[in-house]
């Protein structure tokens, strides 16, 4: 599809390959750690970011280097934990099963067997272990000593380059000079790319338009105060 034509009602597919994740200062370390998973100290790291930062296209990456297992935390409780620590293991989110005291025990215990077991755990969550809010003390302290990498907010050129991602994986093709625009204005958050390419996919296809600089610009001044 070209710029000129128009939006159509496609089905999202997210790329998840490390060839689609863009590095930046914001996140070359994180990248770097997943890349180098073999060296982490305890054989475990908490990624830690806020929502739509890259933690789950990482978690698949080092998933597809490592052969790992992905989990979210909140489907533990009930989950073959000893099937789960045959290999690596990746769980996701685990800040949202804090007082939850199942899920809790059920990572517990994951993580003591996955290690035991010679194998490497990655924890991403949106907030370091210490923020999560715990009540299984000896999980609490587990976490907080495993190796931690944190996902920053977006530089310029990370968040243009999500905001092509995000076009990409709706199967759209913005006008060459929309996304530097849409950079240059939105709000410097994950959360705003997000919302902003979903409202022009949904505006672009409502109105048989293209998604021009013109109708992001409207877009845009229609949020304004």
């Not at 770097?32 to 296209?57: F, Y």
Request: charged residues 25%.
């Amino acid at each position: 599809m070209t710029a000129r034509q128009l939006s159509f009602d496609l089905p999202v597919r997210t790329a998840r390959a490390r060839e689609d994740f863009f590095v930046s200062p914001a996140n070359a370390q994180a990248v770097a750690l997943i890349e180098g998973w073999r060296d982490w100290p305890a054989r475990k790291l908490v990624l830690a970011g806020p929502r739509g930062a890259g933690k789950t296209h990482l978690a698949h990456v080092w998933a597809a280097l490592s052969e790992a297992r992905i989990v979210a935390a909140g489907a533990l409780d009930g989950a073959d934990i000893a099937a789960l620590a045959a290999g690596p293991v990746a769980v996701e989110d685990a800040h949202t099963i804090a007082r939850d005291r199942a899920a809790e025990a059920a990572l517990f215990h994951l993580h003591n067997l996955v290690l035991a077991e010679g194998h490497a755990l990655l924890v991403t969550a949106a907030a370091p272990p210490r923020r999560w809010d715990l009540s299984l003390p000896d999980l609490a302290s587990r976490m907080e000593a495993a190796l931690l990498v944190r996902l920053a907010p977006p530089d310029d050129a990370l968040l243009a380059a999500v905001l092509g991602k995000l076009f990409a994986d709706r199967q759209l093709a913005p006008a060459p000079d929309c996304v530097p625009y849409l950079a240059r204005r939105i709000e410097r958050t994950f959360d705003a790319a997000r919302d902003i390419v979903a409202t022009l996919d949904a505006r672009a296809l409502a109105e048989g338009r293209a998604i021009t600089r013109a109708l992001a610009a409207e877009v845009l001044d229609n949020r304004a105060p």
